[in-house]
């Protein structure tokens, strides 16, 4: 083979490994594309395991699970009504279960899954509260799930109220406690509520109100 | 003790530190750290959490998994290195005895674990402060509970290096570590079990054993959960008891070897 022809066949070659590389490309591509369309099966060992197979690293096994869980859910999040999201859950408390101190991954798993599957979510909820039991925010969004997508104004209340005593709570949630006992013909329990809060709050404006909606509730009970 | 000679461990092990710090080995994985150190950008925006969280669980994981690196991979070289390739024949021709040569190596690995913490710590730092939080006394707790689970590891590796062969030697000092961090956990899960012998053989191995989980705050320091000063000066008894009790047995190994 002549020396000057070399050049020129590397060149060819070259050039023919790229048009391979990118009709496979597309080829494989287009396949992943295909299969991401379906549910694919998911191994992922429990968390007491995976705690032992982390070795000491649980957050970084965390971050990664919960990006996991971030990608396949914003992966299909076109697809919401079609697709099940059924390894979302597992992801989510596997994520938690191996990070129990992240409140906010919690929060964010119960309010992403509430959409797919609200009994799952109020159980993540009560997992972080369980976790982070001094948090006003897991029994205010606890309140919040059962009052809001299941209409059950009694366990809502219930964890309003669990809410409220718990410190650094903003000032809705004994009012929004008293409120849904009220509805509920459960003034007493209302008035224990708003009482609570209004005997520590230290803001005049909150304690005036809170009192008025106190004998507000008062007269009922009278009236009764 | 006057045999030591503090001086000739000092200019041992500096220039020995001198040596792995120009190795191509250590270089190499300084740079893969440090790289992976700023993969957590990438991370961060994946999690959810407090500020910078990916840059902190990634970056601590990095610390300690980079640190542990050196001991197995440089540490053992250089030890059993320095035994099969006969170089001990000429360090030992100079007025070094056996134990101050081992003490040597064990400080110069050391140093080189403190150079590696510290150029991941320097990269942490940068990113947590490019994220905009500035990291300080956390990151310096990690890095010296860090240092303290190294120096236990490295006693190990040069023990297993004085015992077995350098591949077996990576390998049992790997299996340490890994022992060493899944244990308690491993009580935990057998706990319930009704298998009682091997209720019973973790149990042992739990107390024999080190236990690295001791030196492992990593979520506490993350979460800026208090940690008492009482705990820091017990794990650094602990790893101080627990290195010398291995060293002491390196010495002994290495009087009786024959070279």
Redesign the interface.
Known sequence: MKKSLIPILLIAAMILCGVGVIVSRGFLSSQLKGTGEKEQDLYLPDP??L???A??????V???V??KA??YYGSHYRERGKFTFKHLKKLFFTAIEM?P?????CL?AGNILSEIDIHGAIEILKLGMRNNPESWKFPEMIGFKYWYKLKDSKKAARYYEIASHLPGHPPYIPSISGKLYEENGRYNEAIRVLYNFYSTTQDKRLKESFKQSILELQERINHR | MKKLKPSRILVLSTLLTRELIRDKVFLSLSGAAVLLVFASLILNEMVVGIQVKATKDLGLSVMNFFSLFIPIFLGINLVSGNLNNKSLYVIFAKPVTRTQYLLGCFFSVLLAVACGILVITLTIFFLSFLQGQTWIAGLLAAAYLTLLEMTLILSFAIFFALITSPQLAMFLTLLTYIIGHTLQQAVLIVHSSSNFVLKYIIIICNTILPNLEFLNKKQEIIYRLPISFSYYFNATLYTLSYSVLIFIFCVFLSRRKEL
């Not at chain 1, 070795?55 to 970084?60: Q, T």
């Not at chain 1, 101190?101 to 991954?105: E, K, T």
């Open positions: 007491v395991y705690k032992f197979i070795a000491g690293h649980d957050g970084l965390s971050d990664l919960l990006a971030m990608t990070d101190l992240n409140i906010d991954a964010l």
